[in-house]
């Protein structure tokens, strides 16, 4: 039966010049690839091109380059662009790197002009004081959601949000790489993540009446939203859980705990697979289960999975994205105090 209806529908395809990759898979009885055979050695070829003329390929010109552009109407449209009233030349000093000031002095210098004729002002000042800004809030921001977290974990929290990696790839996605003055281009990581500061540095200072509740909100919403979708679990690597457990829990007055064998599998082959549990001595209260390979390393997931409950990081809620900062520093202080 089969065979006639392929005969079939040969037949047809024939006849009426019909595709036969359109025919339904339940009728044809064979699947269809979706990635055509020439793609994959194309793709290789031109990888091996691309390498093979890396030194001669094409120099990536900058977009500043071009006759249309606007530098002064680039910094106007990029604070409207983030609904931010920035003071526009405190915005445009966020931009400049010391990198590129020193290459114009260079060049004035070679046309006989005196530095002292170049007006020009890098962010180092700027990128120190959104730091510090944004050190403060992401710390307040984080003890706030974990109650019980340990100072280590959210120094290590917030490390990850304000590393230069984070911050250099919010920066880019907030389009600062066409606009950044640096001797290098396309900008290195350091100068994309010193713009992300100096950017929250000028926003801090363009606020005449000292209220920082727009520089908190900025930072809430580019740079704490970057703990969507990530296990905090994950970001704070604990060395030697299990001896971190015993100390929490003799502060806990838990001073006897036992792991224990839960169930072990296929211990004498490739996948073995064991599960441990850690309980309570005196109570016989199961603290946390993992699993391994080996004992030790479910033992050690075991430990992960106990203080992960015990710091209240254990199925956490998500983060809440839309607080105000008066409910972080508290209601009854203003921010412009906190800063203080």
């Not at 010109?61 to 604070?79: C, L, V």
């Not at 070679?110 to 004081?129: P, S, T």
Request: aromatic fraction near 10%.
């Amino acid at each position: 039966m089969s065979r006639l209806l392929w005969k079939t529908v040969r037949a047809s395809t024939k006849c009426h010049s019909f595709n036969l990759l359109a025919v339904p898979e339940a009728i044809s009885g064979t699947s269809t690839r979706s990635i055509k055979r020439w793609v994959a050695p194309t793709i290789r070829e031109l990888n091996k091109r691309k390498i093979k003329y890396a030194d001669k390929l094409p120099q990536v010109h900058k977009r500043s380059g071009f006759i249309d552009w606007n530098f002064n109407a680039e910094i106007y449209a990029f604070g409207k662009r983030l609904n931010e009233n920035f003071d526009l030349v405190l915005l445009e000093r966020a931009f400049v790197q010391r990198s590129y000031v020193v290459q114009e002095e260079l060049r004035l210098e070679k046309l006989g002009i005196e530095k002292d004729d170049l007006n020009l002002q890098d962010n180092r000042e700027l990128a120190d004081k959104g730091l510090k800004l944004a050190k403060r809030y992401v710390e307040t921001y984080l003890r706030y959601h974990l109650p019980q977290y340990p100072d280590e974990g959210i120094d290590a929290i917030q490390n990850y949000l304000l590393s230069t990696e984070k911050l250099a790839h919010v920066s880019q996605n907030l389009g600062s790489k066409e606009i950044i003055l640096a001797a290098e281009y396309p900008p290195s990581v350091e100068s994309l993540a010193q713009t992300m500061l100096a950017i929250v540095g000028a926003l801090e200072e363009s606020q005449k009446d000292g209220n920082l509740q727009r520089p908190y909100n900025f930072v809430r919403d580019f740079i704490c939203t970057q703990l969507n979708q990530v296990d905090i679990n994950e970001v704070w690597k604990i060395e030697n859980p299990f001896e971190v457990l015993k100390q929490v829990c003799a502060h806990k007055n838990i001073k006897n705990i036992e792991p224990r064998i839960i169930g072990d599998l296929s211990k004498n082959y490739i996948l073995a697979c064991c599960r441990i549990g850690i309980y309570d001595g005196d109570t016989k209260k199961l603290l946390g289960t993992g699993f391994g390979d080996t004992y030790d390393n479910g033992i050690e997931t075991a430990s992960i999975d106990a203080l992960s409950k015990i710091f209240g990081s254990f199925n956490l809620r998500p983060f809440d994205y839309t607080i105000a900062p008066e409910h972080l520093f508290g209601s009854n202080e203003k921010t412009r105090q906190i800063a203080n």
